[in-house]
């Protein structure tokens, strides 16, 4: 089973006139491993997924898999509201040479307790690569049971949890229950999720500060909170921001406004509204990245 621990950037999907924009793609990976994450998750929610031409997610995580070429983890993004559909997706993923796959609570259905559970089983099984659980009931309408999570955590293909509800108590609440490594799922929770068990962070701040983000991790895995503290202090107001509007419209907007891609969204997204484009770049200009 694979080792996860420290930090996976959920890395946005670039775009120029219309198209997935390659070129700067393979920038902001190399961008990433500079900073020492220990992963990339490509074509996650902060990637833009449904938005993308089951095409374009492949060649995306080919694209990252070939620039990474074994230098950090790639965690692809191949979950879907279709068990079938995230089955082909996860295997393409694994031909393409990713070490393991992102799986969402698939969305809009609400399934029960026992078809998250199958949904899952049936992707560890009939695939064989490592899966992160995702549980984001916000977008997906349904949170994964921290008894289901034990349920799963005994495959040994299921070997981690990213954890976006928000809530710090279900770290303790799965570590209680069961052996599996949790990340967190929100910038602004790291340090509070990782002092009650987390090894690290699915990040959407690292896209732009991969290297503080990787410090202030490892500052927290070795135990030293006191200085992991400063850096959240100092880019606190980055993860409160990025979420002015909708992940991840705010992220890209600020990754433009550093001069890291040019800001094109796909509809239904579409660009922040004047006052929270001012606040933003107010943020930034305070934590001292423009």
Known sequence: MMNF????TALVTPFRDGKVDYDALKILVELQIAGKVSGIVPVGTTGESPTLSPEEHLKVIETVVQVSAGRCQVIAGTGANSTSEAVYLTKEAKALGADATLQVTPYYNKPTQEGLYRHFSTVADQVGLPVVLYNVPGRSGVPIAESTVSRLAKNPLI???????????????????????????DDSLTLPMMAV??????????????GEMSEMVELALAGNFAEAYEFHRKYYPLFRDQFIETNPIPIKAAMAMAGLLAEEYRLPLCELAQGNREKLAATLKRCGII
């Open 5 to 8: 621990k420290g930090v996976y």
């Open 159 to 185: 070997g981690a949890v990213k954890e976006a509800a928000g809530s710090v108590d279900r770290v303790s609440a799965i570590l209680d229950l069961c052996d599996i490594t949790v990340l967190s799922g």
């Open 197 to 210: 068990g987390a090894k690290g962070i699915i990040s959407v701040s690292s896209n732009l500060i991969p």
